[in-house]
């Protein structure tokens, strides 16, 4: 694996002597760095928080999405494409609230992240299917604002810290699926991108300044990265009638690059390779019960972490659907379910975060069934002060608009 050299620095004017060499030593290190621990949420952990590509259907039966009746926009399974019977699109957005504790003892700090989830197309050709969307990986958003003191000279100096990560990963992928009688075969490729923005600036009073001869002041630095790499997918479903339906899929990925803006290399990390399973089964007409799981080896990267360690990703879901709900003239599909993950990237001497969730929501149809607007709802919680070294309660809602026609 190819390493990178440390980003240039771009410091302020004004910053001299000792003094500035020191504080410039201690932003690059910063820079280059994860956040610092018990101050940033978790998309400031590793290479930030693994976003699940699940439309407000999915995630209201705790994340299933590749074994439901009348398919799902989630991008987990190029299989579960032979589900769609007519030209369908969607759109997720998820916006979250979260209460983050890092200490234990000191109030909660509530913040909140606004992403969508998976867009995809859906277009049927006889026994044929091409799906087409886009998604995110991984969310490296974050801001905090510190405030300390710098010892130099026998004297103290005040200041505050402002320190922003702007960006993270996604995909762009097309995927073709096909029926051969009950059989569902699906394969896809994934074009990995996106990019990475830091900054941070350490700002000095004007009366700090000036007490240390004007040898201290402002202070700012910078650095950004380019993602870019491939995933491959495959999947097989099963259909026993209208009773049952079976799913399994993985994929197989290369080497993710992160290539600097400047002349420094491009530094590599292998990108894991994943399994999923799910099922689901019709009981009487309008339930759905449905479970799954699934597994990404995200240790494959461990080594190549700057800071902290990387561990598999498992996670586990289920739920129930009633689809014939009616409520006045509307049809309005109730789902209720929970789901269970492990978060891949940990800090330093901590254990792995478990992120649970209890899950539900609901669809309200509209022209004859060839448009929806879903509503999925997460409430749950992630980590553990003493053992991960954070906590976080959080609140997640997910609204899908889908168009068939």
Not at 1 to 19: D, H, I
Not at 282 to 311: H, I, K, N
């Amino acid at each position: 694996m190819r390493r990178r050299r440390e980003p240039r620095s771009r410091l302020l004017p004004g910053t001299t002597g000792r003094a500035g060499g020191l504080v410039a030593a201690a932003i690059l290190a910063l820079l280059v760095a994860a956040p610092a621990r018990g101050q940033t949420p978790l998309t400031g952990t590793g290479l930030g928080y693994p976003v699940a590509p699940v439309d407000a259907r999915a995630a209201g039966v705790g994340g299933v999405a590749g074994a439901l009746p009348g398919g799902s926009l989630s991008a987990r399974n190029p299989a579960s494409l032979t589900a769609f019977q007519r030209l369908t699109l969607g759109f997720t957005l998820s916006p979250e609230a979260v209460d983050v504790d890092v200490s234990g003892s000191a109030p909660a700090q509530s913040t909140g992240r606004s992403r969508f989830s998976v867009a995809r197309v859906v277009v049927p050709f006889g026994d044929w299917r091409i799906g087409a969307g886009f998604s995110p990986e991984l969310d490296q958003d974050w801001r905090v604002t510190l405030e300390d003191t710098l010892s130099f000279g026998g004297e103290r100096f005040p200041y505050r810290e402002r320190r922003v990560s702007d960006g993270g990963l996604s995909s762009a992928n097309v995927s073709l699926a096909r029926t051969i009688g009950p059989i569902s075969v699906g394969v896809g490729a994934d074009r990995l991108t996106g990019s990475l923005e830091r900054s941070f600036r350490r700002s000095f009073s004007p009366d700090t300044a000036a007490g240390a001869g004007g040898g201290l002041s402002d202070v700012a630095a910078s650095g950004s990265w380019a993602y870019g790499g491939w995933r491959f997918h495959g999947g097989l479903g099963v259909a026993v009638g209208d009773l049952a339906r079976l799913n399994v899929g993985g994929s197989v990925a290369g080497e993710l690059e992160a290539e600097p803006a400047g002349p420094a290399e491009v530094r590599t990390y292998d990108y894991p390779a994943s399994l999923t399973a799910s099922a689901s089964v019709t009981p009487v007409e309008g339930m759905v019960v449905t479970g799954g799981g699934g597994w990404t080896g995200w240790s494959s990267m461990d080594g190549d972490l700057r800071e902290g360690r990387a561990e598999d990703l498992r996670w586990a879901g289920g739920g129930v659907e009633l689809s014939d709900v009616d409520i006045g003239p509307l049809t309005v599909p109730l789902r209720l379910g929970g789901r269970v993950r492990e978060l891949p990237f940990v800090r330093e001497g901590k254990e792995q975060v478990t992120e649970r969730a209890v899950t539900g929501g609901f669809s309200i149809l509209g022209a004859g069934g060839m448009a929806s607007i879903g509503v999925g709802v997460e409430v749950g919680t992630r980590g553990d002060v003493a053992e991960a070294g954070i906590a976080e309660d959080f609140r997640r809602f997910h609204f899908t608009l889908q168009i068939r026609q």
